[in-house]
């Protein structure tokens, strides 16, 4: 049965989708990125009230969050990287926008977003062959064996990112996703993702229950905020040392009030490599 909660969520990663294609983004010399616009084709981001939504604030957000992953990716290629893995890829190009000789893409997604995918891929024009889609839920799989299973190499460096995919993971999955990763990770990887983030001193379960009141009515798809602290702790535990720690690269997602204050809450980028 899929809950209000579901569509939500569908609403926010097609209207991410549709928003990452207006961007001006970069490829490498064999990469294309002409696909990038045929690979969301048709999908509407349906809001509550059954309209499409507007894309505009997507953009907004997408426009320094776009930039980061994909100098990531650029960097990992140039130092020799030969394993991409796209955690929450969606319908994100980078596949093909960053196609490489010698490296493999792999995109991992729910079943029904990763079949719809393959599907579009298939229609386009362009060498795939190097990207690998993986159906997963991050909710019930383990990703360790989901990886070994696709091919993926524990033993060679990995590049995994990803981009706005924990905020609608519990903690309980986001530490689970964290320790199957480390278990994949062999020495000389990274690790980055997009971190919810509120100020210290604040209840992270209140704020959670708050932004999902305030904005969804009791009914979203919202998860896991926690402070920075926290998110340098969780990296920690898991054998990931966090890149210049004491700097935080961020962007303020949206503000809304907590036990009586008003509470800004941020989009914070965190790239780690094994310790």
């Not at 060679?156 to 480390?182: C, N, W, Y």
């Not at 305030?214 to 054998?239: K, S, Y």
Request: hydrophobic content about 45%; aromatic content about 6%; some cysteine.
């Amino acid at each position: 049965m899929t809950t209000q909660a579901d569509k939500t969520l569908t609403m926010i990663r097609e209207v991410c989708a549709l928003g990452r294609v207006e961007l001006d983004r970069p490829h490498t010399p064999d990469g294309d990125p002409v696909p990038g616009r045929a690979l969301v084709k048709g999908l509407r981001a349906i809001d509550q009230d059954g309209e499409p939504s507007d894309i505009s604030l997507s953009v907004g957000l997408l426009a320094p969050r776009a930039p980061y992953f994909d100098r990531l990716v650029i960097e990992a290629l140039a130092a020799g990287t030969r394993q991409i893995v796209n955690l929450g890829a969606g319908y994100d190009d980078r596949a093909l926008r960053f196609r490489h000789s010698g490296v493999r893409f792999f995109d991992l997604d729910l079943p029904h977003t990763t079949a719809d995918k393959a599907r579009r891929l298939e229609a386009l024009d362009t060498d795939s062959a190097h990207a690998t889609l993986v159906p997963v839920d991050f909710a019930t799989d383990d990703v360790t064996d989901v990886l070994a299973r696709a091919g993926h190499d524990a033993h060679q460096p990995t590049l995994f990112i990803a981009e706005h995919l924990v905020l609608f993971l519990k903690p309980e999955d986001v530490a689970r996703l964290m320790t199957g990763i480390s278990h994949r990770a062999a020495q000389g990887s990274t690790l980055a993702l997009t971190a919810e983030t509120h100020p210290a001193g604040l209840d992270s379960a209140l704020v959670v229950t708050t932004v999902d009141e305030v904005m969804f009515a009791g009914d979203g798809p919202l998860h896991t905020i926690m402070t920075r602290e926290a998110w340098l702790t969780l990296f920690d535990q898991h054998g990931w040392q966090v890149e210049n720690a004491d700097e935080a690269t961020a962007v303020d997602h949206f503000e809304l009030p907590v036990a009586d204050q008003a509470v800004r809450i941020q989009t914070q980028f965190l790239t780690a490599t094994t310790a």
